[in-house]
């Protein structure tokens, strides 16, 4: 995997600190343990997670079940990451705790998009040949 900013692939520290971060945010959201208002935590999903080189920024990809009202959850969520922060605080022992940015993931609808131009072509090439 590599950083789309700069082209170069994530050092293994960042990876693996990305997955323990990507891993701990999922238990907290499932445990409801953030205590954020207006929002079911256990309905989010945790997609991944990408630390910057110095380790004191993550990107947090996230998309509610359903992918319903996404702009809507990573607003809330961005409003109240000092919470999810502080709850993470609790969980973690890592020397620099690192700011939130909520970001939604499109990754799905890109799959599936990419899927639906795939289907289009083989149908038009068995359409072609036969």
């Known amino acids: 995997m590599t950083d789309q900013t700069s082209q170069r692939p994530f050092s293994q520290r960042q990876l693996r600190v990305g997955e323990l971060v990507k891993q701990n945010l999922g238990e907290l959201f499932i445990r409801n343990e953030a205590k954020i208002p207006n929002i079911n935590s256990k309905l989010i999903t945790v997609t991944e997670v990408r630390m910057t080189p110095d380790l004191k920024t993550a990107r947090v990809y996230v998309i509610p079940l359903g992918g319903a009202e996404i702009k809507e959850t990573v ?26 940015t909520f970001v939604e993931d499109n990754s799905f609808e890109y799959a599936e998009k990419i899927e639906k131009i795939i289907k289009q072509n083989n149908d038009e090439e068995k359409k072609r040949y036969n």
């Open 75 to 100: 607003k809330i969520l961005t409003e109240y990451s000092h919470l999810v922060r502080k709850a993470l605080s609790k969980r973690l022992d890592i020397k620099f705790l690192p700011k939130l």
